[in-house]
């Protein structure tokens, strides 16, 4: 019975300790009255933006960068969608490469879209869009994983 009330306590004590942990920054994401952005601590993701305001300037805007990677000689999969050492078919169907300005003005752009039909016009969300093709292939990197992550150190 002891050991079920300690566990039972540890477990509440865990239960309290992440759901204050999800809440604990009370921030309001976005711009300040100058559309500075809000300083905030580095590496919490507090940078997003809530606005591109003004929404009739094409220089703001919130941009994203887009990776598509790609394992040396990586033929796996459909080739209808993604075929070997090309971009997938969809890439540039979803963020727009520059502002537009209207609500309708990333019609072909899914996520662009998205953030512009949801926000009502105040959120302008555009990408740069990259593929690479890494110099080993799947084998390499799931065998040396070590390595690879001291590498990247």
């Known amino acids: ?68 990677v790609e394992y040396l000689n990586d033929n796996e999969g459909s080739t209808a969608y993604w075929a070997p050492r090309n971009l997938p078919v969809y890439a540039n169907q979803l963020f727009a490469p520059q502002k537009q300005l209207g609500i309708n003005a990333y019609e072909q752009y899914k996520i662009s879209d998205y953030f512009n039909k949801v926000s009502r016009d105040d959120f302008d969300v555009i990408a740069d869009v990259y593929h690479v093709i890494l110099d080993y292939e799947y084998s390499y990197y799931q065998n040396h994983l070590t390595v690879v992550i001291r590498n990247l150190n």
């Open 1 to 68: 019975m002891f050991k079920f009330i300690i566990t039972l306590a540890l477990t509440f004590t865990l239960f309290i300790k992440f759901s204050y942990s999800q809440s604990q920054y009370d921030f309001k994401c976005g711009f300040n009255q100058s559309y500075q952005p809000l300083v905030t601590p580095l590496g919490m993701g507090l940078f997003k933006p809530m606005k591109t305001t003004p929404k009739e300037d094409l220089n703001k805007y919130f941009r994203v960068l887009m990776i598509y």
